[in-house]
């Protein structure tokens, strides 16, 4: 069982920076794949960022590719989300997921989820 707390999630200017934080409970941590997604009101959940276990492995979703940054501290249980240059269609409630096994882009195979943290992105 691991149990994932968000934070980080606030009001930020477009163009403007934040940093998501995911801690996790447990002492598999290591063992899990990480996940980011984001839903917007009226929207299906989406992919933003996974990565491997080990951090050795990265994945980003086409619109956030180039600007966002996912990072792994298993020594501290907790996966990063860094976020640059947002604009206002990043606003979205963004949950962390983590799952045993290979990492992936699709949500359905997450296991366990945060209960989410709010970003909204001023213009």
């Known amino acids: 069982q691991v149990q994932l707390v968000e934070s980080g999630g606030g009001l930020v200017q477009a163009g403007g920076s934040l940093r998501l934080s995911c801690a996790a409970s447990?002492?598999?941590?290591?063992?899990?794949?990480m996940g980011w997604f984001r839903q917007a009101p009226g929207k299906e959940r989406e992919f933003v960022a996974a990565i491997s276990w080990s951090g050795g492995s990265t994945y980003y979703a086409d619109s956030v590719k180039g600007r966002f940054t996912i990072s792994r501290d298993n020594a501290k249980n907790t996966v990063y989300l860094q976020m640059n240059s947002l604009k206002p269609e990043d606003t979205a409630v963004y949950y962390c997921?983590?799952?045993?096994?290979?990492?992936?882009?699709?949500?359905?195979?997450?296991?366990?989820w945060g209960q989410g943290t709010q970003v909204t992105v001023s213009s």
């Open positions: 447990g002492r598999t941590f290591s063992s899990y794949a």
């Open positions: 997921a983590a799952r045993l096994g290979v990492v992936v882009t699709y949500p359905e195979v997450y296991n366990y």
